[in-house]
């Protein structure tokens, strides 16, 4: 009898299972949110619930290390093969050296052996038997290609060499934070040698500019170019330049350097080359890298309180495709049709066809941050068009199927471009001048972020600056400012303005 069934042609009983049903469907798709602590609560906190939720990485028995899951990897290797294909357009060649290093070998040049040695893991034994000398697992590679190079290298026709190697490193650091700071972590090491100081200085800066610009362009990551302080640079070089960015929570973060050498590493190793003139001259080197924080950084400048935010050019996936009422005739067919044709035009797509509600699909992407939902249903079957999601600023936009693959193309570029401007306008929102020590203080407890200052270039100002406010120089940047003709600090003479703050 009709008059036993209840709304859409069930009884009462059905109707009473079917609103439970949806309710805990309801509070299930909120649960995967819900579970992370706002930024505004605590950004540690956030930052460790959204790299664990989303899946990129996870904890082990190492104390200090971590696992790469399959998405957290898969962002280092878009990241690594995008990057290498920078270097090898600018003549670099990559090459791989042991992960062990003798102690002597390590010594032999004194700045930089002190410089590491509290971060140095030591191989004593082999097997069961103690070693002659003991080896350190590689916490950077200069004294091993040192070594190389000083065979490898005799005449100004072996010159330059310019190359890189992409491995991992152990430093034992005492505080540790996943991607950020690991006691093992992934990178790579350029390392050059060059026949004058002028061909060492020109490569030194040629990595960092292209650091930059990758950063920018692949990574929407605006950051500050300039060179360290004598106090913050690399252990044994000359100069060292660095890009700095900015993160959510105001604070910097280091992103990539480069290093010259000059030829003290040379002199040390006793690397010469016979010139044309027949007269043996020191070669001139760099060093240069970048790591896997720079995963770290891309969380903490884009992510929101939903879970990760990626830039397209480095999205594992790029295009999910969720299927509405996936039961019904056509409709994962269809899902799967869209896929194809994107995949056609290059996009990294995938159809969730799992038996998770809609909403608990739309939550769990968002968490893990991909650029773009593509929503097809029975209706849009019908209708000729589908429904895309933007994970960057969460609008829907209806688009014809038959327009799908332009407007898929153009979202995806106007995201990353997007992506990029909101991260500079945040960063220039949060760049400051202070011209007094209680000024440069107050910013850095009331609004943290960059603080642009005047210093005269001595240590003790720099030391007094980090004591008393925590806060370290990020870089004395290559477009200088003159912002007073006084140090922040001392008021004496200033020479340089440099970005002050404090870092991750």
């Known amino acids: 009898m009709p008059g036993d069934f209840g709304r859409g042609g069930l009884r009462p009983a059905e109707q009473v299972e079917k609103y439970r049903k949806n309710r805990e469907r309801t509070m299930a798709d909120k649960k995967l949110v819900e579970s992370i602590t706002s930024m505004e609560e605590d950004f540690a906190q956030w930052y460790t619930d959204v790299v664990k939720k989303a899946e990129l990485m996870d904890y082990t028995s190492v104390k ?4 790469f899951k399959p998405a957290g990897y898969a962002i280092w290797e878009l990241i690594q093969r995008q990057m290498d294909d920078r270097f090898k357009a600018t003549g670099v060649e990559n090459v791989y050296l ?3 290093i003798p102690e002597s070998l390590l010594e032999k040049e004194k700045d930089h052996v002190e410089g590491f040695a509290p971060e140095v893991a030591w191989v004593t034994h082999g097997g069961l038997n103690p070693l002659a000398e003991r080896m350190c697992v590689r916490p950077t590679s200069e004294t091993l290609f040192c070594d190389f190079y000083k065979n490898d290298i005799q005449s100004y026709r072996d010159l330059p060499k310019v190359y890189n190697q992409w491995c991992s490193v152990v430093r034992w650091e005492k505080e540790t934070r996943p991607f950020l700071r690991s006691r093992e972590f992934l990178w790579q090491e350029g390392h050059t040698a060059h026949a004058t100081a002028e061909e060492a200085k020109e490569r030194t800066i040629q990595m960092l500019n292209l650091y930059a610009q ?8 605006p950051v500050i170019k300039g060179q360290k302080t004598d106090k913050e640079k690399f252990a044994g070089a000359q100069e060292t330049y660095t890009i700095e960015a900015l993160m959510h929570d105001g604070k910097a973060l280091q992103s990539g350097t480069s290093h010259n050498f000059g030829d003290g590493f040379a002199k040390a190793f006793g690397i010469q080359y016979a010139a044309k003139d027949n007269t043996l001259k020191y070669v001139h080197q760099t060093s240069w890298g970048t790591t896997t924080r720079l995963i770290g950084a891309m969380i903490m400048v884009h992510g929101d309180n939903s879970g990760l935010v ?14 509405i009422q996936q039961k019904k005739e056509g409709v994962l067919d269809k899902a799967y049709e869209l896929k194809e044709r994107l995949i056609k035009i290059g996009a990294r797509v995938k159809v969730d066809d799992s038996d998770k509600s809609p909403g608990w699909k739309f939550s769990e992407q968002e968490m893990r941050g991909i650029p773009l939902r593509v929503e097809i249903g029975p209706k849009d079957i019908e209708a000729g068009k ?6 960057d600023n969460g609008e829907k936009i209806e688009c014809a199927l038959d327009e799908l693959e332009t407007k898929i193309s153009e979202l995806l570029e106007t995201i990353q471009k997007d992506m990029l401007e909101r991260a500079r306008a945040h960063r220039d929102a949060h760049t400051y001048v202070a011209k007094s020590v209680s000024e440069m203080k107050k910013i850095l407890d009331e609004t943290p972020g960059f603080v642009k200052a005047m210093w005269c270039g001595c240590r003790e100002c720099e030391d007094k600056i980090k004591e008393e406010m925590s806060a370290t120089s990020r870089c004395i940047p290559f477009e200088q400012e003159q912002i007073s ?3 922040v600090c001392c008021g004496k003479p200033a020479t340089k303005m440099v970005y002050w703050g404090r870092a991750y």
């Open 64 to 67: 200090g290390c971590m696992v």
């Open 98 to 100: 042991p992960m062990f």
């Open 214 to 221: 990758f950063c920018e362009e692949v990574l929407a990551i």
């Open 310 to 323: 990626l830039p397209p050019k480095v999205a594992p996936v790029q295009v999910m495709v969720i299927p």
């Open 386 to 391: 589908c429904v895309i999601g933007r994970r």
């Open 485 to 487: 003709d006084t140090c």
